[in-house]
């Protein structure tokens, strides 16, 4: 029931904005995030306003350097299938999809603050501790590490689906309502 436009990674935030998206989705894709400036810039833009934000992968990393986190280069990169991640606020352990060299840095024992609000590290992975989902408390916005989306993968995480369907209707009451 989701309709969805894809755009390229450098259309400018005004643009987006201009379609009236219900969600803005950042999707994995290779790189460096710390060289991705102007993407993060327009991440920066578009968490000015109310629009729910979930980014995985290489979209966590955008994220996480649009709310002033820093990105490191991992000494050996997480692939693969069967990872355990830890879900913080659940208290579960779930079974995620990894491909990715580079992770964000972040405090993983409190909030933290940035220009947005508190926010908060919401999963883990359990083999090295490497921050593996982020959330802003004031902003509807949030991302994974991890690939929820993987097919033929684990389905632990497709939760995370609902609740940025969720977070999209919920917004759109507030502004149509």
């Given at each position: ?10 259309t400018?935030?005004a643009?987006?904005l201009a ?6 989705f950042l ?6 995030p710390?060289?991705m400036d102007s ?6 833009e ?6 729910p934000i ?11 350097r649009?709310?002033g ?11 693969g299938?069967?990872?355990?991640v ?5 208290g579960t352990?779930?079974?995620t ?5 580079f992770?964000?840095?972040a ?6 603050q940035t220009?947005?609000?508190e926010?908060?590290?919401t999963?883990?992975?359990?083999n090295?501790?490497?921050?593996e989902g ?14 929820p989306e ?8 497709a939760y ?7 977070l999209?209707?919920q917004?759109?009451a507030?502004?149509?309502?």
């Open positions: 029931g989701v309709e969805v436009t894809v755009v390229p990674f450098d400018p935030a643009e987006i379609a009236k998206p219900d969600g803005v999707s994995n894709g290779p790189g460096d710390s060289t993407v993060v810039e327009t991440v920066r578009l968490l000015t306003d109310q629009i979930f980014g995985i992968c290489f979209g966590h990393q955008i994220l996480g649009a709310i986190l820093e990105t490191f280069k991992l000494p050996f990169g997480h692939r299938i069967n990872q355990p830890k879900n913080l606020i659940a352990v779930e079974i999809a990894h491909n990715h060299g992770a964000v840095e405090p993983t024992g409190s909030y933290f220009e947005y609000g926010g908060r590290v999963h883990i992975c359990l090295d501790g490497v921050v982020l959330e802003l408390l004031h902003k509807p916005a949030f991302s994974v590490q991890y690939h993987s097919a033929a993968g684990p389905h632990d995480a995370l689906f609902d609740h940025f369907v969720e999209m209707s917004e759109s507030v502004h149509n309502g």
